[in-house]
């Protein structure tokens, strides 16, 4: 009778020790409103929601759903793409940047690569000197 109840209880043992681990949900980081400028042409990025909004000098202006965003070792890639246009912005989170035409020194480093401007260079994050800065 012994066997009959301890043979079961191995098998119910051993299947639950073969089977997968349960898999920790995904939490996605997300960037929160995050606002960029670049001089030389002068353009703007801000991010809000699940919102690009790209504006330059020469006009070429657009809004995209953000498709993708990534914390990454060095800061964060975000994307947006439509038919007409797309976005890639590369932020170098902690490598301070000055805009080159105030005396404003930004957290982040940041590169833009947008439709029908190229790739564009600028700032972002929060103003650590100068107007509007806490030094």
């Given at each position: 009778m012994k066997k009959s109840i301890l043979l079961p209880s191995l098998v119910i043992l051993a299947c639950t020790a073969c089977?997968?681990?349960?898999?920790?949900?995904?939490?996605?980081?997300?960037?929160?409103?995050y606002s960029a400028i670049g001089t030389e042409p002068g353009w703007t990025v801000d991010i809000k929601g699940e919102e690009i909004a790209f504006t330059s000098q020469n006009g070429n202006d657009f809004t995209l759903a953000v498709q993708r965003?990534?914390?990454?070792?060095?800061?964060?890639?975000?994307?947006?793409?439509?038919?007409?246009?797309?976005?890639?912005?590369?932020?170098?989170?902690?490598?301070?940047?000055?805009?080159?035409?105030?005396?404003?020194?930004?957290?982040?480093?940041?590169?833009?690569?947008?439709?029908?401007?190229?790739?564009?260079?600028?700032c972002g994050g929060a103003i650590t000197e100068g107007p509007d800065g806490s030094v």
């Open positions: 089977a997968e681990p349960a898999e920790e949900p995904v939490v996605e980081e997300k960037l929160g409103d965003m990534k914390k990454t070792d060095s800061g964060w890639e975000v994307k947006g793409f439509s038919d007409l246009h797309n976005i890639n912005i590369y932020i170098t989170s902690g490598v301070e940047c000055n805009d080159g035409m105030s005396d404003r020194i930004y957290a982040d480093t940041v590169k833009i690569e947008a439709s029908e401007n190229g790739t564009l260079n600028g």
